[in-house]
């Protein structure tokens, strides 16, 4: 049951950029972690980039360099920034919040991402 508010997904040519945000739980930026994770047609979801409450970052081989993931904790909402963008990241992007007080782990419904050759 998708429980953040995940927007910016659309069609952009091969090399265009894209910028998808979601809006989490207060807590999630404080003690948490929050990730975005993507899955293409006929695949797995994959994992993609996070970012912890600390402030560390890590991204998935694919999209180092490409992809960066921040926070804006007055608004409680996490973006991942998208440049260079490929035929091959397009995917449903989801949003992901892990919550250890009280535990809850959370997932976006979903925005789709698309890139043209």
């Known amino acids: 049951q998708a429980q953040l508010a995940e927007s910016g997904g659309g069609l952009v040519q091969s090399g265009g950029s894209l910028r998808l945000s979601c809006v989490a739980p207060k807590s999630a930026f404080t003690v948490g972690l929050l990730a975005w994770y993507r899955q293409a047609p006929g695949k797995e979801r994959d994992f993609v980039a996070s970012?912890?409450?600390?402030?560390?970052?890590h991204y998935s081989g694919s999209v180092q360099g490409r992809f960066t993931i921040s926070v804006d904790k007055d608004k409680n909402t996490v973006h991942l920034q998208m440049d260079s963008l490929e035929p091959e990241d397009t995917a449903v992007y989801y949003c992901?919040?892990?919550?250890?007080?009280?535990?809850?782990?959370?997932w976006g419904q979903g925005t789709q991402v698309t890139v043209s050759s």
């Open positions: 970012v912890t409450s600390g402030g560390s970052t």
């Open positions: 992901f919040a892990d919550i250890p007080f009280p535990r809850r782990m959370l």
